[in-house]
């Protein structure tokens, strides 16, 4: 799986997300890609926008990241189709891109919230959570003081017609309630997919949960979904080869 993490000035979750992919997945075609390069690379699988604080969070959270220079060709790539997965900031980001719809804003509570929270999984039809179960509970931390997901009534209509809501804030039991929603986020919203299901933002952060020595290995599941995905696409290529 030939993946490609952008770095911009401020991320600090890069080097998790390399580590997550690189040595607990065990890809070793995995490499940063800085924001000032004007293309992510050739035959690309998947690109990570990670979490953190793009230059500072300055003017408003991935509003500035969205200009860099490599942004171009993440935004060339993800509308023709290649894997994008946006974490935390790089959730941010997305939808300052365009490439996701709605925006995040400060938390309900205007604290920067870190923490380990729930999530209830409302699909896994997706090339992101294949290797889950409908309902499945996981244990993912958040760390942001911006992770409040709006959007009109009609962008959050659309979300939930389309089936686009990945993941939800719950309870341990799965239960999505107010409660246990950490940031004020509409309808409980952690992760939601683009519509023609490429490109996933999600605030929690499952590459700080890939390990039990972390506490919680739940996040692992997206990466090796991903991997799936891509194994099974390599597969299918190959025998339609076979088959000519």
């Not at 804030?169 to 309808?187: C, H, L």
């Not at 952690?190 to 700080?208: D, Q, T, Y």
């Amino acid at each position: 799986m030939k993946t490609r993490i952008i770095v911009f000035p401020g991320s600090n979750c890069d080097h998790d997300a390399m580590h997550a992919v690189r040595n607990v997945l065990g890809e070793p075609d995995t490499e940063f890609v800085w924001h000032k390069e004007d293309s992510i690379g050739e035959d690309v699988d998947l690109v990570i926008l990670p979490g953190g604080f793009s230059y500072g969070d300055y003017l408003r959270t991935g509003a500035i990241a969205r200009f860099s220079p490599v942004m171009k060709d993440v935004i060339r790539y993800a509308n023709e189709g290649g894997t994008v997965l946006g974490i935390c900031n790089g959730f941010q980001v997305l939808c300052e891109s365009g490439l996701l719809p709605g925006v995040l804003i400060r938390n309900e509570s205007l604290k920067f919230v870190c923490k380990e929270t729930y999530l209830k999984t409302e699909r896994t039809d997706t090339r992101f959570t294949s290797e889950l179960v409908p309902g499945e509970v996981l244990r993912i931390p958040i760390a942001h003081g911006e992770g409040n997901y709006i959007a009109t009534d009609e962008v959050l209509a659309d979300l939930e017609q389309n089936n686009q809501v990945v993941f939800r804030y719950s309870n341990e039991n799965g239960n999505v309630i107010r409660s246990a929603n950490p940031n004020g986020s509409q309808n409980n919203i952690a992760g939601i997919v683009s519509k023609e299901g490429n490109v996933l933002g999600m605030m929690p952060h499952p590459e700080r949960a890939c390990e039990t020595i972390l506490g919680s290995a739940d996040g692992l599941k997206v990466f090796q979904s991903l991997r799936d995905h891509f194994d099974f696409a390599v597969a299918a290529s190959q025998h339609s080869v076979l088959s000519t």
